[in-house]
T-cell receptor, first 111, second 117 residues
Framework: QKEVEQNSGPLSVPEGAIASLNCTYS??????FFWYRQYSGKSPELIMF????GDKEDGRFTAQLNKASQYVSLLIRDSQPSDSATYLC???????????FGDGTTLTVKP | GAVVSQHPSWVICKSGTSVKIECRSL??????MFWYRQFPKQSLMLMAT?????????EQGVEKDKFLINHASLTLSTLTVTSAHPEDSSFYIC?????????????FGDGTRLSIL
């Protein structure tokens, strides 16, 4: 079992719909959770991070964290074709040197 | 804020050449830096983690003598691929994090595409 699991996809949604990306993790000591977006041929860029249970909203993006169930999700409202990318989930223990990344979910938003 | 600059963005060189890639944090102090490698359509693979002034910690299977990492200051880390061969051709990405506050995210450079002929 991988430490951080994501469905590889591809996840396909129509333009304007809500895209829901999920991530589960195995280390109960994880305290910090991050979502990155990676366009094809580019490096990852940070979208959001969340530390506490519940929802955190930033524009069209909402991160949701449930530590008891060990999952974190990313919702993208009003999806746009420009949101088509691979989304990487990363988790980290507070005092750990490195984060553990999932393999990513590929999202395609169709016009 | 949190800009990480990586140079060069593209390198093409002959087999046997050593190649140095620079990674700079422009507006924060990078207490911890990371080097990743990514092959086409594959996942990020962490190569090593380094702290300023300390030796890098390499992931299992990564050759220390092949991939030399120097994190000499809080704003600069370098990766040198020594005696590069075609199998070293890949997308190399650095990442940096400030650790004064707990739980900070890491920020990525734009990557270096290395092609060894």
């Amino acid at each position: 079992q991988k430490e951080v699991e994501q469905n590889s996809g591809p996840l396909s949604v129509p333009e304007g719909a809500i895209a829901s990306l999920n991530c589960t993790y195995s280390d109960r000591g994880s305290q910090s959770f991050f979502w990155y977006r990676q366009y094809s041929g580019k490096s990852p860029e940070l979208i959001m991070f969340i530390y506490s249970n519940g929802d955190k909203e930033d524009g069209r993006f909402t991160a949701q964290l449930n530590k008891a169930s060990q999952y974190v999700s990313l919702l993208i409202r009003d999806s746009q074709p420009s949101d088509s990318a691979t989304y990487l989930c990363a988790v980290r223990r507070t005092n750990a040197g490195k984060s553990t990344f999932g393999d990513g979910t590929t999202l395609t938003v169709k016009p | 804020g949190a800009v990480v600059s990586q140079h060069p963005s593209w390198v093409i060189c002959k087999s046997g050449t050593s190649v140095k890639i620079e990674c700079r944090s422009l507006d924060f102090q990078a207490t911890t830096m990371f080097w990743y490698r990514q092959f086409p359509k594959q996942s990020l693979m962490l190569m090593a983690t380094s702290n300023e002034g300390s030796k890098a910690t390499y992931e299992q299977g990564v050759e220390k003598d092949k991939f030399l990492i120097n994190h000499a200051s809080l704003t600069l880390s370098t990766l040198t691929v020594t005696s590069a061969h075609p199998e070293d051709s890949s997308f190399y990405i650095c990442s940096a994090r400030e650790d004064r506050t707990r739980g900070q995210p890491q920020h990525f450079g734009d990557g270096t595409r290395l092609s060894i002929l």
